[in-house]
Nanobody
Framework: QVQLVESGGGLVQPGGSLRLSCAAS????????MGWYRQAPGKQRELVAR???????NYADAVKGRFTISRDNAKNTVYLHMNSLKPEDTAVYYC?????????WGQGTQVTVSS
């Protein structure tokens, strides 16, 4: 069982920035494929960004150039740096760990972009 704990959400004005963090349990974190997903009210959960154990990344088109995913294997933590935030980025953001196709989820953290 892998436990994921997100932090860093909150209220931010359009154009602002936030950094989300996700701390993971487990001794083989470096082997996990980690991802950030989000779910807005009335919408399906969608992939925001993923990072493999080797550091390769991919992003949803809606966030390319604005969001950056990174990981610190020494701290068992994955980050999502979010810049130039827009109201449409408002959602609950979930951390995800993919371990040989076993999926684990965090509890989610709310990000609200509003003036």
């Amino acid at each position: 069982q892998v436990q994921l704990v997100e932090s860093g959400g909150g209220l931010v004005q359009p154009g602002g920035s936030l950094r989300l963090s996700c701390a993971a349990s487990g001794s083989i974190f470096s082997k996990y494929v980690m991802g950030w997903y989000r779910q807005a009210p009335g919408k399906q959960r969608e992939l925001v960004a993923r990072i493999t154990s080797g550091g390769s990344t991919n992003y949803a088109d809606a966030v390319k150039g604005r969001f950056t995913i990174s990981r610190d294997n020494a701290k068992n933590t994955v980050y999502l740096h979010m810049n130039s935030l827009k109201p449409e980025d408002t959602a609950v953001y979930y951390c995800n760990a993919d371990i040989a196709s076993l999926l684990f989820w965090g509890q989610g953290t709310q990000v609200t972009v509003s003036s």
